[in-house]
């Protein structure tokens, strides 16, 4: 079982950064694949980035590409998403989420984080 708690969301404006921070409990967090996760306000919920247990691998959606990194630390049961240049269409609720498998599709993370908002103003 591995609970998830995600911070750091906030307002901030175009071309701002933010760090997201997920921590996790339990003791196999460094079994798990971490991935985040965002969902705007009538739009469906979309992949953002992916790293492996081991954090040798990463994975990131087309529009945050070049913008947006994805770590973890292990020791500190927690994964980061450093956020840079923002725009307002990165607006969302952001949730980070475990799977044994390293994927992009939601339907393959088994645990949850319950969100944190993120707001781009122009």
């Known amino acids: 079982q591995v609970q998830l708690v995600e911070s750091g969301g906030g307002l901030v404006q175009a071309g701002g950064s933010l760090r997201l921070s997920c921590a996790a409990s339990g003791r196999t967090f460094s079994s798990y694949a971490m991935g985040w996760f965002r969902q705007a306000p009538g739009k469906e919920r979309e992949f953002v980035a992916a790293?492996?247990?081991?954090?040798?691998?990463?994975y990131y959606a087309d529009s945050v590409k070049g913008r947006f990194t994805i770590s973890r630390d292990n020791a500190k049961n927690t994964v980061y998403l450093q956020m840079n240049s923002l725009k307002p269409e990165d607006t969302a609720v952001y949730y980070c989420?475990?799977?044994?498998?390293?994927?992009?599709?939601?339907?393959?993370?088994?645990?949850w984080g319950q969100g944190t908002q993120v707001a781009v103003s122009a």
């Open positions: 989420a475990a799977t044994m498998v390293f994927t992009t599709y939601a339907d393959e993370y088994d645990y």
């Open positions: 790293i492996r247990w081991s954090g040798g691998n990463t």
